[in-house]
């Protein structure tokens, strides 16, 4: 508990960060996320949590053993998928203020993981992704 009290102190925004990618190179096909606001104890206020989803379009397949899993599909992410730039400014927009005054939570490293092997196979020109 020490340790997640050092992450938000001086935070103003948890932002939980749920993250799906595909089987093998690992893109992300789909962003989820609640924001809430938390006053200066860390304690999340009632009445400000948001939501956030959207699904991504990503260069390779997303694998079988995903779609299963996820029950994301080929046929959604091509109706529904957003380039990963479009995505990531939709995101940037969905929290509204600048990530520094925000804690991210994920469940694990491979969020991370799925940003930067994201990133590295779109090469998207944004500067701010």
């Not at 299963?68 to 969905?94: R, V």
């Amino acid at each position: 508990m020490e340790a997640f009290n050092k992450l938000i102190r001086n935070k103003k925004t948890l932002v939980f960060l749920d993250l799906e990618g595909t089987q093998f190179s690992h893109e992300i096909i789909a962003i989820g996320a609640v924001k809430c606001k938390i006053d200066e104890n860390g304690k999340i206020l009632r009445g400000y949590q948001k939501k956030f989803k959207c699904y991504v379009k990503p260069l390779g397949c997303i694998g079988r053993f995903v779609q299963n899993m996820t029950k994301i599909t080929e046929d959604i992410l091509k109706e529904e998928g957003l380039p990963l730039e479009t995505a990531f400014s939709k995101f940037k927009k969905f929290i509204n203020q600048p990530f520094e005054q925000c804690a991210f939570i994920t469940f694990g490293s491979n969020d991370a993981k799925m940003i930067i092997d994201s990133i590295t196979r779109s090469e998207p020109k944004n500067a701010f992704i």
